[in-house]
T-cell receptor, first 113, second 113 residues
């Protein structure tokens, strides 16, 4: 079974802190994604990556950056956390299918105080 | 701009009944329509998908109906079971290149015994 794991299930940070969310997939997938999920808004794409060191902005990239140094790992970075970044963050991967996520991780619930 | 509108926001169905979730899209260039299922505490999982060259696709108790002229598609869950209780997201994308997926806002389904 494909597994997408995220480093933390719950995270509490202070406003202005730099936050790292880590995601690892174990099936050699080309594509990896970061979404945020908010009630009533569905899933919104922050960034995706279709190859190592390659990244594309999604719908809401402001305030975020990403890093993909190895194929299996995709990191989301909040440069200076703000309260409006309190959300559920979901990582996903896919082998093919362009920009379509196939397997999701369990999510990280981030609270910024 | 919400390109995929999903309704209802929540749905309660008796065990054995039919659950129906509707989605409408605006972008006529969309040609791939997946549905995702998300259980509490888990990430979404790809459930079933359809392309506009067919009007219906069935997998077990799950059926997608597609109406290209009306720019609408729907998920029907036949013989709904308590284990189907989850949040369902419709989505749409273009099927070529690295086209990102646009998600609906989600429908929380509760199947009561």
């Amino acid at each position: 079974d494909v597994k997408v794991t995220q480093s933390s299930r719950y995270l509490v940070k202070r406003t202005g802190e730099k936050v790292f969310l880590e995601c690892v997939q174990d099936m050699d997938h080309e594509n990896m994604f970061w979404y945020r999920q908010d009630p009533g808004l569905g899933l919104r794409l922050i960034y995706f990556s279709y190859d190592v060191k390659m990244k594309e902005k999604g719908d809401i990239p402001e305030g975020y950056s990403v890093s993909r140094e190895k194929k299996e790992r995709f990191s989301l970075i909040l440069e200076s956390a703000s309260t409006n970044q309190t959300s559920m963050y979901l990582c996903a991967s896919s082998l093919h299918g362009g920009g379509r996520p196939q397997f999701f991780g369990p999510g990280t619930r981030l609270t910024v105080l | 701009q919400q390109q995929v509108k999903q309704s209802p926001q929540s749905l309660i169905v008796q065990k054995g009944g039919i659950s129906i979730i509707n989605c409408a899209y605006e972008n006529t260039a969309f040609d791939y329509f997946p549905w995702y299922q998300q259980f509490p505490g888990k990430g979404p999982a790809l459930l079933i998908a359809i392309r506009p060259d067919v009007s219906e696709k069935k997998e077990g108790r799950f059926t997608i109906s597609f109406n290209k002229s009306a720019k609408q598609f729907s998920l029907h869950i036949m013989d709904s079971q308590p284990g189907d209780s989850a949040t369902y997201f419709c989505a749409a994308s273009m099927d070529s290149g690295y086209q990102k997926v646009t998600f609906g806002t989600g429908t929380k389904l509760q199947v009561i015994p």
